[in-house]
Each structure stands twice: as structure tokens, then as C-alpha cells.
């Protein structure tokens, strides 16, 4: 199915909500198992305060120089920050603390950093681990293999939560060829849950995006992170 983008943000939203309630009554799983992260990247904030007003909750931005302006700018309203970009070492301390989330964490090294600024800050940090599914040379994120062996780093890490899992399978134009993806990381993440380490808990799943978010609701996702469903395409 094509992306319906075609009306007001508001419109838009009400369509989205209404597939994922659709697809988690398909997959008989229980009403708001699913939350939706608006991806506003490039998004200006009079959009953005539409969404809000239109019942959007939760954003995901992908770069800290344009996430800064717009948190400061919309301080006050009752959402959450999730980031969901590369984030670069030497700007964790900028992301600690301020975002509710830092879906994107690709290397132990990146975890042990968070752990030193949220223990500074006095905070744990709540993050999800970003798996490279099918070792795309220009993706970032853990290998699936890869993650096993460094779990046992990351649930010692005092200041680090580790909550689930967040992927970005390579691009399709049929959301279908999405599903394997979305079932492996399911998979991934129950396996690996076996291992009980430490806090370590992996209950999130965050996983599909505009194209396919409803294939990936039918899959297990807790986060669907979807920009040009809400927003329209984004100007390059
Ligand atoms: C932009 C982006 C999305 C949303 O993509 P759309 O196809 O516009 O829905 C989701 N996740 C990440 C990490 C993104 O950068």
C-alpha cells in the first residue's frame, strides 16, 4: 500500500493510529502495546505543534544540532524526546539526560560513554541497542552475532538501561519484504533475552517506518517510528 500522506497532519495521524490499532487487533495483541514515535527530522516546529495537538507524544530526532532548538522551543509540552540518529561519542554528554530515549546505540564503546555522562549527571540512561541485521557496510549498529558476546558489557554498566532493540532493515518498495527483518530481530531479541543479564531487559522492539509500519506492528514492535505518514515527504 502507498504512503497516504496526502492530507493534514492531523488527518495523517488519525490514519496512522488507526492502522496500528488495526494491526494490533490482527495480530491479537492488546490495545497500546504499540507507541508511535514521529520522526521530525527537517520538520519545522509549527508542523511539529500541530502533531502535538493532533495526540503525538513521542518525537525522534536524528540530529542534536536541530534537536536542541526545537526541545528548548517546545519545553513545557508534554512529550518525550527519543533520539534516533548516529550519535557520536563526543556529543553523549550533549543527549544524556535530555532525551527519554537514545534508541541508536551501535557500539559498547558508545554504551560506556552514556554510562560515564549519565553517572556524572547523576541519571540513569534509558537506551535501546541498534542491530545492523544484514552487516550493511554503510549502517550502523551491533551485528547480531556481535551482540551476544558484548550483552554481558552492557547490563554491567550501572548507569545504562538497556531496554530492547531498534532496527532499520535495508529499503523496500513491498513492505512484505520487510517482515523477515522484523521477525529476525523479534527473534534476536528473545534470544538474547534468555541470557538474563543483569538489568538488562528487552522488551522494546522498535521497528518500522512509514513504509511498513504495519507489518512491523504484526511482527511484535512496541515503537513504529514513522516521518512521511505524518509530515508529507521531506524536502532533501
Ligand atoms: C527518518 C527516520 C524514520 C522515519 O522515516 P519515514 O520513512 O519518513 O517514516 C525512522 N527512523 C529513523 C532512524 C529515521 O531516520
Redo the contacts with the bound molecule.
Keep these: 500500500m502507498a504512503l497516504q500522506a496526502g492530507g493534514s497532519i492531523g488527518e495523517n495521524l488519525r490514519l496512522v493510529f488507526e492502522r496500528i490499532r488495526h494491526a494490533t487487533q490482527q495480530s491479537g495483541r492488546s490495545e497500546g502495546s504499540v507507541r508511535l514515535v514521529a ?1 521530525t ?1 527537517s520538520v519545522g516546529l509549527d508542523q511539529i505543534r500541530e502533531g502535538i495537538t493532533a495526540g503525538l507524544m513521542i518525537l ?1 530526532e ?1 540530529r542534536l544540532q536541530e534537536a536542541l532548538p526545537k526541545i528548548e522551543a517546545l519545553r513545557g509540552e508534554p512529550i518525550q524526546w527519543h533520539f ?2 548516529h550519535l557520536q561519542r563526543r556529543k553523549v554528554r550533549s543527549v544524556v539526560g535530555i532525551f527519554d530515549l537514545i534508541q541508536s546505540v551501535d557500539s559498547v564503546e558508545l554504551a560506556e560513554e552514556i554510562d560515564r555522562r549519565a553517572r556524572e549527571a547523576g541519571l540513569t540512561q534509558a537506551v535501546l541497542l541498534e542491530v545492523n541485521l544484514e552487516g550493511e557496510a554503510t549502517k550502523a549498529g551491533f551485528l547480531p552475532d556481535e551482540l551476544e558476546g558484548a550483552m554481558p558489557s552492557l547490563g554491567a554498566l550501572p548507569h545504562v538501561a538497556v531496554k530492547g532493540l531498534m532496527a ?1 532493515p535495508p529499503p523496500t518498495s513491498d513492505p512484505e519484504q520487510a517482515r523477515p527483518y522484523f521477525r529476525r530481530l523479534r527473534e534476536l531479541a528473545w534470544r538474547l533475552s534468555r541470557q538474563q543479564i543483569g538489568t538488562v531487559s528487552l522488551q522494546e522492539l522498535s521497528m518500522g ?3 511498513d509500519y504495519h507489518v512491523a506492528v504484526e511482527e511484535g514492535a512496541t515503537m513504529v ?5 505524518i509530515f508529507g515527504a521531506r524536502r532533501a
Excluded at 517510528?225 to 505518514?229: E, F, M
Design positions: 520522526a527530522k525522534g536524528n534516533i540518529g532499520i517506518m512509514s513504509n517510528r514513522v516521518g512521511t505518514a
